[in-house]
């Protein structure tokens, strides 16, 4: 007789659940060091403005599109520019927070590959914002852009040298794109929909405000992009369970044919 167990392939990604508590420790364990990290990354004004300079620099050097072309159809009004200062200010950490905890509750293997591969971004980002210090271009005048949250709102910053809760220099890499872009690729590789891809349009939005609202560059991104896929070759994703082979039950053998042979 066959079970249920033998004929039905098992869900992907549906390994032993980690502890709630231990990993609510640990995310806010993360979540602390990740904001004392932005404060010890804080000062370094001159070097800041230095950098940002460099990479405007680079930018047109390389022919990339300046940014004043996505920020200025938000210019055009007060409701574009709040809708993209809005998303900057309430998307980014709200959405990986739902994003872990459906992994979590639904994908629990993915979920510990999801949670080790932003550990792991996060880490070398803060690295990165440690070494290198970068103004936004928000801050600077030859860049020709406007704080488009401090004119219209909302704004999560506060003046520059009074902020006590963000560094606001830590421009490079961009851990709004970064996260938003493994958030894409995380549900693309826990789900099975058609309609799956079109998560990419979270990250793909995420680009556009970063750079429309003048917070960052676009190298910001890209250098977000290229440390994710360093962390992604090197934790590498939860393979799906193999299909069990589904186990045909034996027919009974009929008594009377045996009989019936023997005669």
């Not at 293997?109 to 210090?133: D, E, F, I, K, S």
């Not at 693309?188 to 405000?209: E, G, K, Q």
């Not at 440390?227 to 799906?240: E, I, K, Q, S, T």
Request: net charge positive.
């Amino acid at each position: 007789m066959h079970t249920r167990e033998e004929s039905e392939p098992p869900v992907p990604g549906t390994r032993g659940r980690p502890p709630l508590v231990r990993e609510l420790l640990l995310v806010a364990g993360l979540f602390l060091v990740y904001k004392l990290g932005r404060q010890l990354a804080t000062g370094h004004t001159a070097e800041a403005f230095r950098n940002g300079r460099e990479v405007w620099d680079l930018e047109r050097a390389l022919g990339l599109p300046g940014e004043g072309a996505v920020q200025s159809p938000l210019l055009h009004g007060d409701t574009l520019a709040q809708i993209a200062n809005t998303y900057y200010a309430a998307v980014h950490f709200p959405a990986t927070v739902a994003f872990l905890v459906w992994l979590y509750l639904r994908r629990p293997g993915h979920y510990v590959w999801a949670r080790r591969v932003l550990a792991a971004l996060t880490t070398a980002a803060l690295v990165l914002h440690l070494t290198y210090p970068l103004a936004p271009p928000r801050m600077l005048p030859a860049t020709g852009l406007v704080d488009t949250a401090r004119l219209y709102g909302p704004s999560v910053y506060g003046p520059p040298g009074a902020d006590q809760l963000s560094n606001q220099f830590a421009a490079m890499p961009s851990l709004h794109f970064g996260w938003a872009l493994m958030v894409a690729v995380g549900l693309i590789v826990a789900t099975r929909s058609v309609w799956r891809w079109l998560w990419l349009l979270h990250p793909l939005l995420t680009l556009l405000v970063i750079v429309g609202t003048a917070n960052h560059f676009w190298l910001d991104a890209f250098a977000a992009a290229a440390l994710l896929g360093l962390a992604l070759a090197v934790l590498r994703r939860p393979r799906p369970a193999p299909a069990a082979t589904r186990v045909r039950p034996r027919r009974p053998v009929r008594r009377h044919s045996l009989v019936g042979a023997g005669r």
